[in-house]
């Protein structure tokens, strides 16, 4: 069996930095919660977006628009694990397995039932939309398998300039945005998902050098520039994608999503003394280690359960509200507790596939192969995060920067490239 949350949270070293766990178990739990409410479902199954619904609910965007706050703490994190396995083959597959391990499993399990699901032609209303949605929040974990990819050379980057570092992502930032908006120059905005998420990424190892003293500096800095960059500049309000729109904030990244990060980053520090005693706290550490033992899991089902609690209300012909009316509102509390019912089921049949692998042996060969599996590990994931299951037997494809990719051969790079990162990590000498 293995060691339950109540007794790992009480071999915790007293060193550790609780408030850290935290802020990742509290970032995720805002996204799950905020993509909760933005399904605007209908009552032709259509699904649209709360926040195109009620545009005046956009603002909140800027204080629950967390998914930087993961990214930073990840950062941290990553600065940590590299520095006690400094191994590349080694540091990638204890990074990645329980990440890449759950999300395999989730698109095995989904790519089989929209086989199963197209074949038999059931796949139309919110089936179908269903086979688009769920795989979108799929683009975080292909971020994240970047982040993981670069944490090296960038640590050293970091190491040797500090501050300076992360200055040249950020710069990279806004040359792309002139390039894009001034200039024009086609497919250049892509290339600041390396640079934003990258830069948001860089302040975690600032932070896991002590390196930021004045927070509040950086949260003032960070909300001025997102406000007067939305205010003068041809970037919307939302900090989320919306539908239809010219310019995202977040698909691709942009420099006030950057500024966001900033001022999100000093808010959370500023927040670091009561964090840390209120994570010290016997019950919510515990809680909080839990947490984290199933975070990917719930991550990765939360909109199957979400899809799941609608499709389960338009199939008994309860009555759906019009989103954002008060009968609606009304409805929002049970809908979440039915949702989060349903993720917990899913997350008691999945979650052992996010329990943590006996630790290779260390090596220091296999890095060319490592660094192979996680290019093809994040091309797939960010491909079928495009894609989704719908259209699995028509061809349907979506370009990846400015290249199509289908399902089958976004699922089959995945699939590739974590098994490439399995044997690399276990390459070592016979």
């Known amino acids: 069996m293995g060691i339950s949350a109540r007794e790992l949270a009480a071999a915790t070293p007293a060193s550790r930095d609780r408030y850290v766990d ?40 800027w204080a629950f628009q967390v998914m930087p706050v993961f990214f930073f703490v990840g950062g941290f994190a990553h600065a940590l694990a590299h520095r006690s396995r400094p191994r590349y083959a080694d540091f990638l597959r204890a990074r990645l397995q329980r990440l890449l391990r759950p999300t395999m499993v989730f698109t095995g399990v989904w790519g089989a039932a929209a086989l199963l699901l197209q074949l038999s032609g059931a796949d139309g209303g919110l089936t179908g939309v269903a086979l688009r949605l769920v795989t979108q929040p799929l683009w975080f974990i292909g971020i994240y398998l970047a982040m993981v990819a670069f944490t090296p050379p960038l640590l050293r980057l970091h190491e040797r300039w500090g501050w300076g570092a992360f200055a040249a992502l950020a710069g990279g930032a806004v040359a792309v945005d002139l390039l894009r908006f001034a200039a024009d120059v086609p497919f250049v905005e892509f290339l600041n998902f390396a640079f934003v998420w990258l830069a948001v990424h860089q302040l975690g190892f600032l932070r896991a050098d002590g390196m930021i003293r ?67 706290r016997a019950g919510v550490w515990r809680t909080v280690v839990a947490a984290n033992g199933i975070a990917m899991t719930a991550f990765l089902w939360h909109l199957t359960a979400m899809l799941g609690v ?74 079928l995060s495009l894609t989704g299951f719908a259209g699995l037997l028509d061809g349907h494809s979506a370009t990846l920067v400015a290249v199509p990719v289908t399902a089958p051969a976004a699922v089959a790079l995945a699939l590739a490239g974590w098994l490439l990162v399995e044997r690399a990590g276990r390459s070592g000498p016979r």
Request: glycine share 12%.
């Open 214 to 280: 004045r927070p509040a500096v950086l949260a003032a800095a960070g909300l001025a520039g997102a406000t007067a960059l939305v205010a003068l500049g041809p970037y919307p309000l939302s900090m989320v994608g919306m539908p239809g729109e010219k310019v995202s904030n977040m698909a691709p990244p942009t420099l006030a999503l950057l500024c966001h990060a900033l001022w999100l980053v000093g808010a959370v520090e500023l927040l670091k003394g009561p964090g840390t005693w209120f994570a010290a």
């Open 22 to 61: 935290l802020l990742r178990v509290a970032s995720l739990t805002v996204v799950v919660l905020g993509h909760w409410l933005m399904a605007a479902v209908t009552a032709d199954g259509q699904v649209g977006n709360l926040l195109a619904v009620v545009p005046g609910l956009q603002i909140a965007t």
């Open 310 to 383: 609608y499709g389960a209300l338009l199939g008994l012909g309860a009555p759906l509200p019009a989103p954002a009316t008060g009968a609606w509102w009304a409805q929002v509390p049970l809908r979440f507790a039915a949702a989060g019912l349903l993720t917990a089921l899913l997350v008691a049949v999945f979650r052992r596939f996010e329990a943590p692998a006996p630790a290779a042996p260390a090596t220091d060969r296999g890095g060319p192969l490592a660094a192979l599996g996680i290019t093809l590990a994040l091309l797939g994931v960010l491909g």
